[in-house]
Structure formats: C-alpha cells, structure tokens
C-alpha cells in the first residue's frame, strides 16, 4: 500500500507543513465566516490542479488550523480528486460533454450538500486536529507520537526505494504475444482504469494490465507500439516505448 500511497502521502505533509508556515493563522476567516464562499474557493482551486486522495488529508487539517471550516474541508476532501482537470479531461473523451456536465454538478453539488449538513451539526473540529497536529505550544510531542512518525518514515523510505528500485527490475515477459510499455504520470488506480480502458478499445489489444506503482503497461496482442502510444497519449499520459 505504501509503494502507491508514500510519495503522495509524503508529498501532502511537506503542502501542509509549507502551508502551516507561510498561510497566516485565521486565513479563511477573513472571506467573513462565510461557509458557502469558502467552500467555492477550494473548488476553484481544487478544480483545475490534482489533489490526491491520501495527500488532501494532511492539506485539509492544516487548512482548517487556519480557519477552514469542516464542510469545505470535506469539500476539498470529495470534490478535489474526483474533478481535477485530468480526470474531466478523461471523462470528456471517453463520455461526452453532456455526461461530463452531469458528471461534474452531481459530484460538486452533492459535496457542497454534505459540506453544509456537517457545517449544520454545530461539531468543532478545530480543537481535534489542533491536538492531533501537536499545535499546542505547551505540549511536546509524546514518545509514542515519535515513536509512530518514525515509524512511518521508515515505511515511505523503504517504499519509495523498493518503487524506485523495481523500475530496474522488471522482467521480461515469456510470451512472445506479450508486451510491456513504459507509461508515466499514473498515479492511482483511477489513471491505471483510464489507461487500460483506452487501450483495450483499440485493434489488436487482446488484454491491458497498467501499474501506476511501476509506471508499466503490458499488453496482450498483435497491437502495434504506433497504436499503443495514440492510445496512452489520447488520455493525457506519457508513453516512453518498450521496456
């Protein structure tokens, strides 16, 4: 899990640490307490940029330290990795303009429902993740808050270098029919369905298998490397040839 997970994860703390640092305290608070404004905020920004799934979950603790409240965290957290301009794109080519738009104002405007219904609730978050964040100046950290970030950091190491490792490794595949592309800026298992679902559609492709983890595609099938790269390109991803 780490293998997929570590470097989006570690990339969301360094943001959240960044943002702890540079964004003044009470940022959100100056749109005037205004939930609805700040929830169409986060989606202009959210909208046209990636925002992963594992890495918004530090980014929105920290947002809400400043001000942020709970419903356009949650926002952030539904909307941000399911309506970036990658997944639109992909969803536009493959569905339509019209299930693009049905497929955009059900996921916004169902996030901004459940943002207002917890913003309803009356719950203060703030304290938890202030807690949780180890924000209060008069507490150091616990040794089993160490403990489990050291922990952690290890694992994202150790991840990364086996990632970064079976790059070098990949195995020749012993069917001839069979061929392994090397295809970048996949991410999750979203972008590895959106590769795959690309390239099956295409002439000669009896079979498609894509790991975001070991940026590879392996194809089964007659299916030229011309094809393959149309395909792959077509969906906005980066095809580098055979492995």
């Not at 959240?16 to 939930?35: C, K, M, N, R, W």
């Not at 992963?52 to 909307?79: F, H, N, Q, Y």
């Not at 009356?122 to 150091?140: E, R, Y």
């Amino acid at each position: 899990m780490l293998r997929d997970i570590g470097l989006r994860l570690l990339i969301g703390l360094v943001v959240a640490a960044l943002i702890q640092v540079a964004v003044p305290d009470e940022f959100f608070l100056s749109f005037g307490s205004q939930p609805l404004l700040q929830m169409l905020v986060i989606l202009v920004i959210a909208i046209p940029m990636y925002i992963c799934s594992t890495g918004s979950i530090p980014v929105a603790a920290v947002l809400m330290m400043k001000g942020l409240s709970p419903g356009a965290a949650l926002v952030m957290l539904m909307a941000g990795p399911a309506v970036n301009l990658a997944s639109i794109l992909v969803v536009h080519k493959s569905m339509g303009r019209r299930f693009t738009a049905i497929y955009l104002m059900t996921i916004v405007g169902f996030a901004v429902l459940f943002g207002l219904l917890l913003n309803a609730t009356g719950i203060n978050f703030t304290t938890g993740v202030q807690d949780a964040c180890c924000m209060n100046p008069s507490a150091l950290p616990s040794t089993f808050k160490i403990v489990c970030a050291t922990v952690l950091t290890l694992l994202i190491i150790f991840a990364l270098m086996m990632k970064f490792f079976s790059k070098f490794t990949t195995n020749k595949p012993s069917d001839p029919n069979v061929t392994v592309y090397r295809v970048e800026d996949m991410h999750c298992s979203h972008c590895e369905a959106a590769v795959v679902r690309a390239v099956e559609e295409m002439p000669g492709v009896e079979n498609a298998k894509a790991s975001a983890s070991a940026n590879t595609l392996t194809i089964k099938g007659p299916a030229t490397e011309e094809v393959i790269r149309a395909a792959v390109e077509g969906v906005g991803y980066t095809f580098k040839g055979k492995i």
